[in-house]
């Protein structure tokens, strides 16, 4: 007599994801974008792309001494072009992209025609709670950071409330059950993500 049970676990294990159009992850910084978004690539067995680690790979430098060096409408010419780089990849992948790229209307109708945007939510005092301690934040070398930061989560929220998905993260959640709701998300996509067998 046959194993049902194992034949189901098997079946599972050899099942896979198309991944159609290329996931790209925004929100505000300390919402998760780059932990997520690695784990959901490891889920899909997709490459993981970072917009930002590719701007410092290209110009061998950080992004804050980018930011001192050549300001920060430098930095945004070139983020836009590293994520429309990204974007016609062959391979679809999942992209994280810094906390501003999608401000820019340009990289948000980038996104909606060449992939789909997963936007992280979270409250401020956790995102305050995840960059507090960070020197890697250029935009929060301030007098008063937490001002700061404020400052930008009300500016940008309505901005970011024009993701393709929306999705609230909370300190309790896992990076790999936020990875799952993510997921699960896209799973109602089909032109951006298939169940193959």
Not at 44 to 63: H, Q
Not at 117 to 137: F, G, I, M, T
Not at 165 to 185: F, G, H, K, N, P
Request: net charge positive.
């Amino acid at each position: 007599m046959k194993n049902l049970a194992g034949e189901r676990r098997h079946a599972r294990q050899n099942m896979g994801w198309k991944v159609r159009k290329t996931i790209v992850m925004v929100g505000m910084m300390g919402a998760g974008k780059t932990a997520v978004g690695k784990a959901l690539a490891e889920m899909l067995d997709v490459p993981f792309l970072d917009s930002d680690a590719e701007i410092e790979r290209a110009a061998n430098m950080s992004i804050a001494e980018i930011f001192a060096r050549d300001g920060e409408a430098f930095f945004r010419d070139k983020e836009s072009q590293v994520i429309g780089r990204l974007l016609d990849a062959e391979v679809k992948g999942v992209l994280s992209t810094g906390g501003g790229a999608f401000l820019a209307e340009a990289n948000r109708r980038m996104i909606s025609q060449r992939g789909i945007s997963v936007c992280l939510e979270a409250d401020l005092p956790l995102l305050w709670n995840r960059v507090r301690h960070k020197d890697s934040r250029p935009l929060l070398r301030t007098p008063n950071p937490y001002a700061t930061l404020a400052a930008l989560y009300e500016t940008r929220a309505p901005v970011y409330a024009l993701a393709d998905l929306r999705l609230r993260t909370r300190a309790e959640y896992s990076i790999a059950e936020m990875a799952q709701r993510v997921l699960d998300a896209l799973r109602s996509h089909p032109d951006v993500l298939a169940e193959v067998t």
